[in-house]
């Protein structure tokens, strides 16, 4: 049993790293960036949030332990240049489908590796959504836009509950694979839900001019 949910997180993992380094490499290619600007770009989106979570926790990055995930965000890189001439043209919901998706898998593959070096339910939550928005912030940061996290749209809160929910079932005695496909749906219909319907939490506000 263990091998078998262990092989289903690494093919999720490579799965999530698919799907943010597609999205990283759009954006690149939106902005005209040469060939090794897309690779770092996708790369950036992929990685920076587990590389974060796994600083924090005091564990080998992942992705210097296993060559895979270099080869997945290289090989996607290349087919996107090669099979998408122009990114301009790829419509922005598309792109935004990508990094719901990219999101909603790493933020449950986030929580799951912060439980299984003993992490709290709370910090567990909270590298889960380090690991789901943190790759998009760099991304964004890169580019020089506003990152997704802090537009109005919902984001890190999909994020937080796809995380949860994959924590609490967990704690509850839900199997891994089962607690995982819960809680990457969750999170994934959420921030659909946000993209497709402009859902965004209240903001704050307040009036600063002197009275």
């Given at each position: 049993m263990d091998i078998s949910i262990s092989q289903y997180v690494y093919y999720t993992d490579?799965?999530?790293?698919?799907?943010?380094?597609?999205?990283?490499?759009?954006?690149?290619?939106r902005y005209r960036l040469d060939p090794i600007g897309v690779m770092v770009l996708a790369a950036v989106t992929a990685v920076g949030g587990g590389t974060i979570r796994d600083i924090i926790l005091g564990v080998p990055v992942f992705w210097t332990i296993?060559?895979?995930?270099?080869?997945?965000?290289?090989?996607?890189?290349?087919?996107?240049?090669?099979?998408?001439?122009?990114?301009?043209?790829?419509?922005?919901?598309?792109?935004?489908?990508?990094?719901?998706?990219?999101?909603a898998f790493f933020a449950v593959l986030g929580a799951h590796k912060a439980m299984i070096h003993d992490q709290p339910i709370i910090t567990s939550i909270i590298m889960g959504t380090i690991t789901g928005v943190a790759g998009g912030m760099l991304r964004d940061i890169i580019c020089n836009r506003i990152p997704l996290i802090l537009r109005e749209e919902i984001y890190a809160t999909a994020a937080i509950?796809?995380?949860?929910?994959?924590?609490?079932?967990?704690?509850?005695?839900?199997?891994?694979?089962?607690?995982?496909?819960?809680?990457?749906?969750g999170g994934l219909m959420l921030r659909l839900a946000g993209i497709y319907w402009k859902l965004s939490l209240p903001a704050f506000h307040f009036d600063d001019e002197l009275k």
């Open positions: 490579i799965f999530g790293v698919i799907v943010f380094s597609f999205s990283g490499a759009l954006l690149a290619g296993q060559s895979s995930y270099i080869v997945a965000i290289f090989v996607t890189s290349v087919l996107t240049i090669l099979l998408i001439r122009q990114p301009k043209l790829v419509p922005k919901r598309f792109m935004l489908l990508a990094d719901a998706f990219g999101l509950l796809g995380s949860a929910l994959y924590v609490v079932m967990v704690s509850y005695g839900v199997s891994q694979p089962l607690a995982g496909i819960i809680a990457i749906g």
